[in-house]
């Protein structure tokens, strides 16, 4: 049985569970017997162990494990009695002032709260927009053409100069030995012979490509080079070390032509380049529009956030902070670094975990309130939309439909698209036209 629940707070509770120990030994004896029939021992015949033995070997676990099944249940039982809705797992106590005869624990737990979305009506929220113009394609088509890049020998006899008249500028391929001294003394890291890369880039300190421009082969250079406080290697950082490079070879750069053949390396069969900048007009809408989606659900999360009251459960944060502290171990382990015994603290994932805990709950009430649960309708023509981009559209929804999971994910991003929905068509929305560059990121057009 269970004690009335106590408030410790907003949401945290505690009952007292206790029961008489004789039903723990009734349940001990009855299992510890079951066990005996099939326990084995050196000497003697399966189901033949004489008991004492059974005991001594099974009888710590058995015991714990009917303590644990009583106390499971009871509080259940107990939970469900005072309509509880319980946040994460309780914390199980041992009491020690119980009556003679009586086992009695002291469960401390955290309820859910209560989720007071507020008036939508009053709501602000700005979205963006943004259009996928000729200059963008422009933009696009001139990153595949870098991407296709050639190098040739700089300074041979043509449209990019004579013999050794040829000096390295911005865009070249230099490939260059450099060796660095600190106070007279190479450092590690500090020295390369036959190294690449293409000035213009930043790949290489500003010092360094600065030194490089102007050179011809075969010529050398020494320069100070001072190293940033926040460098990446600690040895030499806020250090300055004094460089000799020498310019070994120089190559400019050959951009394919926008021709035919350019738009059959793109997968134009026939190379028509109207087609091709349809295909890419039509890749960057569907990026764009992803991108304006995540950009919108975000500010309407945040609205949400905003206008909603309530308490959010302590558990529910640290169990959400252990398992972004793992997801983030195992995606670095896929990505090749050796983090699996590094040191994860769950609480520097506290902040993001309250923010999705908190975000889940006012989801949870919205989508109840206002049957906003994905269809299977919406399902499908979500996932219709994602096989566009696939060769056989039909392998994709085999893909969906054949594992639960992945369905679920796909239910997840509908609901959340119809809360997104739901909360533009009530709240006060402004719309902001974004540039291109700006949606893409920096790099999206450089």
């Known amino acids: 049985m269970a004690t009335a629940v106590e408030s410790l707070g907003k949401l945290e509770r505690r009952m007292t569970i206790s029961f008489p120990a004789t039903d723990v030994r009734t349940e001990v004896e009855k299992r510890l017997k079951a066990q005996a029939k099939t326990a084995r021992a050196p000497g003697f015949r399966p189901g033949k162990v004489p008991m004492k033995m059974v005991a001594a070997q099974y009888g710590y676990q058995i015991e714990t494990d009917v303590l644990n099944d009583k106390v499971g249940r009871a509080f259940n039982e107990a939970a469900n009695e005072n309509q509880l809705k319980v946040a994460g797992f309780p914390k199980i106590e041992p009491k020690q002032d119980a009556a003679e005869g009586i086992l009695a624990f002291d469960a401390t737990f955290e309820i859910y709260p209560e989720v007071v979305i507020g008036d939508l009506a009053n709501a602000e929220i700005e979205t963006v927009k943004s259009d996928v ?14 991407q296709r890049v050639h190098f040739h020998t700089k300074g041979e006899a043509g449209e990019h100069g004579t013999g050794g008249e040829a000096v390295a500028a911005n865009g070249d391929r230099v490939t260059v030995d450099f060796v660095g001294k600190i106070d007279g003394v190479e450092f590690a890291g500090g020295k390369a012979e036959d190294y690449p890369f293409v000035l213009g880039e930043g790949r290489m300190l500003p010092e360094f490509e600065a030194a490089v421009l102007g050179l011809k082969v075969g010529e050398s250079k020494t320069f100070p080079l001072p190293f940033p406080e926040d460098y990446h290697g600690k040895d030499v950082a806020g250090k300055t070390a004094e ?78 902070s252990q398992r972004l502290a793992e997801m983030t171990r195992q995606d670095m382990m896929q990505r090749g670094m050796d983090v699996k015994n590094a040191p994860f603290p769950p609480e520097l994932f506290a902040q993001k975990a309250e923010r999705r805990v908190r975000l889940g709950l006012i989801l949870g009430q919205l989508v109840s309130d206002n049957n906003l649960q994905a269809s299977g309708e919406q399902v499908k023509a979500q996932i219709e939309d994602f096989a566009q981009s696939y060769e056989d559209p039909k392998e994709v929804l ?18 959340e698209e119809n809360v997104v929905n739901y909360v533009l068509g009530k709240a006060k929305v402004t719309a902001k036209e974004v540039p291109f560059d700006e949606l893409m990121g920096s790099n999206a057009a450089a």
């Open 243 to 320: 460089f000799t490079i020498t310019l070994k070879q120089l190559e400019w750069a050959h951009l394919p032509e926008v021709d035919a053949e350019f738009a059959k390396s793109l997968g134009i069969a026939d190379g028509d380049l109207q087609k091709m900048r349809d295909d890419i007009k039509l890749n960057l809408e569907r990026e764009v529009k992803g991108r304006i989606k995540a950009r919108n659900k975000d500010a309407v999360m945040d609205a949400l956030v905003k206008v909603t009251e309530m308490d959010v459960p302590k558990a529910l944060i640290e169990q959400d």
């Open 398 to 415: 085999k893909y969906y439909y054949s594992d639960r999971r992945r369905l679920a994910e796909v239910e997840a991003l509908v609901l």
């Open 133 to 146: 113009t000729d200059a963008e394609i422009d933009k696009t088509i001139d990153i595949l053409r870098k």
